[in-house]
């Protein structure tokens, strides 16, 4: 048996793409009355799938392909620019540079674009006087984006992230609770960051993270409590050492502690954290904020200078308190913007014009069946208007350009059309059969 499977290598390894992979074009299965040994693990010919010889040794099957995947991730790191602290002045983008790139793929939205921009600026800055004898030393400013539903957040911080020379991670608040609780612990933030960075600590250190979904963990009510709040008030003082800056031990692959995992212990120092709400109905906090603090004839002028369709605006740092976020966590953010609510015009916009524009999404996904796909100019007015409608920003789009595509995108392929034009006819007759429409109609 051992002499035919001998005998089976030396066929495949002699086959015409073996000769062509062999490096001298000859045969690299050794007969086992030669036994030869592999020069990296020592293991002899019979107990490997293969060996492959070299100028002055052999190396089998399984240590080559531990050196293939060495070699990949070498690459791919070395790729990803470089480490943190390699930066240099001179090659960074600029605050203006990083908000035209912004421009690309988000609509409007300038206040929270030039913030964040500034931001990673400084972050970048930052990083490289860490070095240097300085009596001045630059604190990090953690910041706090406030706006609705659809409006954008999210989508800045996978956009940013597209840019940046520094491991950048997100992370959802909702699964976050106080330790020894049905939930993660907050130094599951930590762990995912280490993930991006390949377990380069140093790397690490010096990233940025975005904490979506921050209003979830707000406190539930003003009112003391006999029961713990282990996924609200719980949370942020949890989160009060990571802003600031501590030596935390992360468990290296996420989940619980146990005492026989070894830690990983990260500075949180340099790390950015960039922290993003829908804080839903914090809209009557700020206008019972405005109305109190007028009073006398001018409270009237005030109060018809304040733009009621768009509160956000407005909002403060108190106002973040009163919706239940702590004072500690509060001051740790310095930086605080907002979110536009999305116009008609930006809803139309965002529909076409960004790089990666919901209608240019599908219009790809026909061309590589071979259909060329196009839309009646009515048909975007028709899908905008249902998407203020729903009230659901630009989220709604997609849900509304998937109902009216569903039914072309199983029939299409099958077909073999080579070309499709969406009408306002047809948009209105698939919305009616959707759900979305029955919805709709239902109200």
Do not use: W
Not at 142 to 169: D, E, H, M
Not at 287 to 301: F, P
Request: hydrophobic content about 40%.
């Amino acid at each position: 048996m051992p002499n035919a499977l001998h005998a089976k290598k030396h066929l495949a390894f002699n086959s015409p793409k073996a000769q062509a992979l062999s490096p001298f074009n000859s045969p690299t299965i050794m007969a086992k009355q030669q036994r030869q040994y592999c020069s990296f693990c020592g293991r002899p010919d019979t107990e490997v799938g293969m060996l492959i010889a070299g100028v002055s040794g052999y190396i089998c099957n399984e240590c080559a392909e531990q050196a293939y995947e060495i070699a990949r991730e070498t690459m791919q790191h070395s790729k990803k620019g470089g480490k943190a602290g390699d930066l240099d002045l001179k090659k960074l983008p600029k605050p203006q540079e990083i908000k035209a790139f912004l421009d690309q793929y988000v609509i409007g939205q300038d206040d929270a674009k030039r913030y964040l921009s500034v931001s990673v600026y400084n972050h970048y800055k930052r990083l490289m006087q860490e070095d240097k004898a300085d009596e001045v030393e630059i604190e990090k400013s953690n910041i706090i984006i406030v706006g609705s539903t659809g409006t954008g957040k999210t989508l800045l911080a996978r956009t940013i992230a597209k840019l940046l020379k520094v491991p950048f991670t997100i992370v959802d608040a909702t699964v976050l609770t106080e330790a020894g609780y049905v939930g993660e612990d907050i130094e599951s933030i930590l762990t995912r960051l280490l993930q991006v960075a390949d377990y380069d600590v140093k790397a690490a250190e010096k990233g940025i993270v975005f904490i979506d979904e921050i209003d979830k963990i707000a406190r539930k009510s003003d009112n003391p409590s006999i029961t713990r709040d282990v996924s609200g008030e719980g949370v942020q003082q949890g989160l009060l050492k990571l802003l600031e800056g501590s030596v935390v031990n992360v468990p290296p692959q996420g989940g619980r502690k146990h005492p026989e995992q070894k830690m990983i212990a990260v500075d949180t120092k340099n790390i950015l954290f960039i922290c993003g709400g829908a804080f839903d109905g914090i809209e009557k906090k700020i206008a019972q904020r405005l109305n109190t603090h007028v009073v006398g004839y001018s409270s009237v002028q005030n109060t018809l200078r304040i733009d009621k369709e768009n509160m956000m605006q407005y909002i403060s740092p108190q106002d973040l308190k009163s919706f239940g976020l702590i004072p500690e966590i509060i001051g740790r953010m310095p930086v605080l913007t907002y979110l536009n609510p999305l116009s008609r015009e930006a809803l139309l916009a965002i529909l076409t014009e960004p790089k990666n524009a919901i209608v240019k999404q599908y219009v790809k996904l026909f061309e590589m069946d071979g259909v060329e796909l196009t839309f009646a100019p009515e048909v975007y007015e028709y899908i905008v208007d249902k998407a203020i409608e729903f009230k659901l920003g630009a989220r709604g789009l997609r849900s509304i350009v998937e109902s009216i595509m569903m039914d072309a995108m199983f029939d299409i392929p099958t077909r073999g059309d080579k070309h499709f034009e969406v009408t306002l006819d047809y948009a209105r007759s698939q919305m009616e059969k959707s759900n979305l429409g029955r919805l709709q109609a239902g109200e």
